[in-house]
């Protein structure tokens, strides 16, 4: 899933470094190149090369890089979908994209605020009962994660329960009810605290007021119109993965992903030995994080959803500005930094050159989906390990690899 849980982490540890680092190197070569961001020119082998020796040194068993610019189309096919087998993945291989699905959920909401069926400062308690603060907490604050609801990802116990029963299936009651025995961590909307509790409760909103399930209104509002024939959000009780698909790995219980635990010295010294075997997650059942970090995609697919939302194909005129000027900085005292908003992340790197994007970790998946407004650039990335030996997140590992080949001037470290 990802930060403070892995439907979080995923982008907003590596990526905030990596884009920090992104707007330093870019702003000088911005200066020099009269305010248009530099784009390098593809070399169709060197991006492959270069993708695929970092997935190698993040012991990745295999990525997908899928780049678009107005050069053209670029990918970077990485390994295999399935250890023991050689079967290369695809931009058309289905995969888990956890928290990506988050851009959907607030997608349907504020589609719905666009029909008049609900406002941004309306209270949740309008709309869920017995939520902490509930009377206090607009739906605007769990759009942009200012809530201060507790991340029901990070209580210890739903990690236990997933590893010994991995295909129970949940409802949001049930993941909620982790988050609401715990005290809130802070004030609706006195600070910004990434947590999964927000979009869960999302969810239940946009059922309340659309009167029907989240995946039939996501489906009817958003896949079918704009041809995302790829992407769904699985039924509750469903663990299978649509043909062709990856399956997905990762090494140690799902504390590791959820919690953000580093891994000890032995798991680490025993994966990049060989001698520990990562455990396939495959059909763990992803119903814990539905409206939060639910969907299976494909990178091809996720590429179209990306830019037709960051290019506002999805809302009208009024409610396209909203969206965008929904960003807020997550830390006030780093006005360079990134901004959430309504279920995206927005970070300027260079004059005329920004990213709108999000990203997503559960066990077995980790992946990044963005797109460069200025420049008409659109990137995906997924792997099927979710952290490598040493614990970093894998998608967030070929970012910065990914970067240095689209951008001129860039030097981001890699793995």
């Known amino acids: 899933m990802g930060v403070s849980g892995a439907m979080q982490r995923s982008v907003y540890v590596a990526v905030t470094c990596c884009l920090a680092l992104f707007g330093v190197a870019c702003s000088s070569d911005r200066e ?4 248009s961001a530099a784009l390098n020119s593809i070399d169709p082998a060197a991006f492959q090369t270069a993708i695929e020796d970092a997935a190698k040194k993040l012991g990745v068993p295999g990525a997908v890089v899928l780049l678009r610019t107005p050069q053209g189309e670029f990918e970077a096919i990485v390994g295999t979908t399935q250890l023991g087998e050689q079967v290369p993945p695809t931009t058309d291989t289905h995969f888990r994209i956890a928290s990506n699905t ?25 709309y869920v009962p017995d939520v902490p603060n509930g009377t206090n907490i607009t739906i605007a604050d769990l759009l942009k994660m200012r809530s201060g609801l507790y991340g029901y990802t990070n209580a210890p116990e739903l990690a236990e329960v997933m590893d010994a029963d991995p295909a129970k299936a949940w409802t949001p009651q049930e993941v909620l009810a982790f988050a609401f025995e715990r005290p809130p961590n802070f004030a609706p909307d006195a600070d910004y605290e990434y947590s999964n509790t927000n979009y869960a409760l999302l969810g239940l909103v946009a059922e309340k007021v659309g009167e029907r399930p989240l995946r039939d209104q996501i489906q009817d509002r958003l896949y079918t119109p704009l041809g995302l024939q790829q992407t769904s959000i ?20 799902s ?13 680490e010294a025993a994966a990049k030995a060989g001698t520990l075997q990562p455990i396939d ?25 990306i830019k037709a939302l960051a290019s506002g194909d999805v809302f009208d005129a009024d409610y396209r500005q909203q969206w965008l000027d929904s960003v807020q900085l997550e830390d006030p005292e780093k006005p360079e930094g990134q901004s959430y908003g309504y279920g995206i992340t927005y970070q300027r790197f260079a004059p005329n050159a920004s990213m709108y994007y999000h990203g997503g970790e559960l066990p077995g998946f980790n992946s990044f989906m963005g797109y460069d407004r200025d420049n008409d650039v659109t990137l995906v990335i997924w792997t099927n390990l979710t952290l490598s030996p040493e614990g970093k997140t894998t998608a967030q590992g070929l970012l910065p690899v990914a970067l240095n080949e689209i951008y001129a001037g860039l030097a981001l470290e890699g793995p």
């Not at 020099?32 to 305010?35: D, I, N, R």
């Not at 039924?235 to 649509?242: E, F, K, L, N, Q």
């Not at 504390?255 to 798991?267: F, H, K, M, Q």
């Open 234 to 253: 699985p039924a509750v009780g469903d663990t299978s993965m649509p043909q062709p698909y990856s399956h997905g790995y990762m090494y140690g219980g």
């Open 281 to 305: 997650y495959t059909n763990q059942n992803a119903s814990y994080a539905t409206a939060a970090g639910g969907a299976i995609s494909t990178a091809g697919n996720l590429a179209m959803w």
């Open 102 to 126: 988050k851009t959907m959920t607030a997608a349907l909401i504020v589609l719905l605020a666009q029909d008049g069926k609900l406002k941004f400062d309306d209270p949740v308690s309008a």
């Open 255 to 267: 504390t590791y992903a959820l919690l953000d635990v580093p891994y000890p010295p032995e798991i």
């Open 32 to 35: 020099s190149s009269a305010g």
